[in-house]
């Protein structure tokens, strides 16, 4: 199992129920996954509703320790009579032995309130919050509303942004771009390879962009529907 958190609040922002040792990581673990601010936790363990977030990214947890709702080692009928002191996502469940806490499966959350899809850009498949594409967006028609059309172009947004990342991360991007400004200083010199990277790098950047062009104009198309449907009074 992964759970993504963010790095300064702890909170849960997404659970992705593969094992382990599929050995995932960033986006295939989330979809939205930035590690400017989130980490990613590994466990083969159930997760205790009190579990201490602030572990280092990609730490494995494989020896937890007994948890009940106070803390190492507490007995859950020692100061808790019921469920409603419990985390939310979390329930507890009676098994030989005793009272357990357990975490909620994504259908449970979803039923009572406690997680909510991000609508029409995620689903549930198979008990896990999956991203749905521009392409599905675009092709069932998910897209109902103005708002929902400028979400998807600045997602997109991200996704070119991110791609151009893995060519040239912002340092190497604006070392380039200091180094061809000086080219510029110095007169423009022929053959010169700060002309030729820079020039590169705009080539390539401009390739990925070039990629989701047909898709940002389908996205601005349905939004031009959208809005006229609006006023002409069709919706």
Same mark, same amino acid.
């Given at each position: 199992?992964?759970? !993504?958190?963010? %790095?300064?609040?702890?909170?849960?922002? $997404?659970? &992705?129920?593969?094992?382990?040792?599929?050995?995932?990581?960033?986006?295939?673990?989330? =979809? $939205?996954?930035?590690? *400017?601010? #989130?980490?990613?936790?590994?466990?083969?363990?159930?997760?205790?509703?009190? +579990?201490?977030?602030?572990?280092?990214?990609?730490?494995?947890?494989?020896?937890?320790? %007994?948890?009940g709702?106070?803390?190492?080692?507490?007995?859950?009928?020692e100061? $808790?009579?019921?469920?409603?002191?419990?985390?939310? /996502?979390? /329930?507890m469940?009676?098994?030989?032995?005793?009272?357990?806490? !357990?975490? *909620?499966? #994504?259908?449970?959350q +979803?039923?009572?309130?406690?997680?909510?899809?991000?609508?029409? =850009?995620? *689903?549930?498949?198979?008990?896990?919050?999956?991203?749905?594409?521009? $392409? @599905?967006?675009?092709? %069932?028609?998910?897209l109902?509303?103005?708002?929902?059309?400028?979400?998807?172009?600045?997602?997109?947004?991200? /996704?070119?942004?991110?791609?151009?990342?893995? @060519?040239? &991360?912002?340092?190497?991007?604006?070392?380039?771009?200091? &180094?061809?400004?000086?080219?510029?200083?110095?007169?423009?010199?022929?053959?010169?390879?700060? @002309?030729? !990277? =820079?020039?590169?790098?705009?080539?390539?950047?401009?390739?990925? %962009?070039?990629? =989701?062009?047909?898709?940002?104009?389908?996205?601005? &198309?349905?939004?031009?529907?959208?809005?006229?449907?609006?006023?002409?009074? /069709?919706?």
């Amino acid at each position: 199992m992964y759970i !993504v958190t963010h %790095k300064e609040t702890k909170d849960i922002l $997404h659970i &992705n129920t593969a094992p382990a040792s599929q050995g995932l990581s960033g986006t295939e673990v989330y =979809f $939205h996954y930035d590690s *400017k601010t #989130m980490n990613i936790i590994e466990t083969n363990e159930e997760i205790p509703h009190n +579990l201490d977030l602030g572990m280092q990214e990609n730490q494995t947890s494989t020896e937890p320790e %007994k948890i009940g709702v106070n803390g190492p080692d507490s007995s859950l009928s020692e100061t $808790h009579n019921s469920e409603n002191d419990l985390d939310p /996502r979390y /329930r507890m469940i009676i098994e030989e032995g005793g009272e357990k806490v !357990v975490m *909620k499966t #994504m259908d449970e959350q +979803l039923a009572d309130g406690t997680l909510n899809l991000d609508e029409p =850009f995620e *689903k549930l498949i198979d008990g896990e919050i999956v991203a749905i594409s521009i $392409h @599905e967006l675009l092709e %069932k028609n998910l897209l109902v509303s103005s708002d929902q059309c400028i979400r998807a172009t600045g997602k997109m947004n991200k /996704r070119i942004d991110y791609l151009i990342s893995l @060519e040239y &991360n912002p340092g190497y991007e604006m070392k380039i771009t200091k &180094n061809y400004l000086s080219w510029i200083k110095d007169g423009q010199p022929e053959n010169d390879e700060r @002309e030729k !990277v =820079f020039n590169q790098m705009q080539e390539t950047i401009e390739s990925i %962009k070039s990629e =989701f062009a047909d898709l940002k104009e389908l996205i601005k &198309n349905r939004q031009v529907e959208i809005e006229r449907d609006i006023k002409t009074g /069709r919706k």
